[in-house]
Nanobody, 119 residues
Framework: QVQLTESGGGVVEAGGSLRLSCVASGRGFGRNVMGWFRQAPGKERELVASIPYVGDANYADSAKGRFTISRNKARNGVYLQMNSLQPEDTAVYYC?????????????WGQGTQVTVSS
């Protein structure tokens, strides 16, 4: 059974920084992509950034230049360093693990962590 455990959310003033962490536990994961999504009230969940086990990271336009995603492969961890936070970054942030198979993919989600940016 795959479980994702997140930490690091909180309240910060505009211009501040937060670092989100997520660790995946369970069986060996094979080919996979880990990432962060967010969902603000009344809006759909959207991709913030993702990073494959091998390859380059991918960022939403809103995250480019401000957020950095990284992985610790030994710990099955993924991290999101968020700088220059703005009120529009306020959302619940979800860690995602996508396992890739020849016939498709499976998604696993963390419980979500609240990020609130005050103006």
């Amino acid at each position: 059974q795959v479980q994702l455990t997140e930490s690091g959310g909180g309240v910060v003033e505009a211009g501040g920084s937060l670092r989100l962490s997520c660790v995946a536990s369970g069986r060996g994961f094979g080919r996979n992509v880990m990432g962060w999504f967010r969902q603000a009230p009344g809006k759909e969940r959207e991709l913030v950034a993702s990073i494959p086990y091998v390859g380059d990271a991918n960022y939403a336009d809103s995250a480019k230049g401000r957020f950095t995603i990284s992985r610790n492969k030994a710990r099955n961890g993924v991290y999101l360093q968020m700088n220059s936070l703005q009120p529009e970054d306020t959302a619940v942030y979800y860690c995602n693990l996508k396992l890739l198979y020849d016939t498709g993919a499976s998604d696993y989600w963390g419980q979500g962590t609240q990020v609130t940016v005050s103006s």
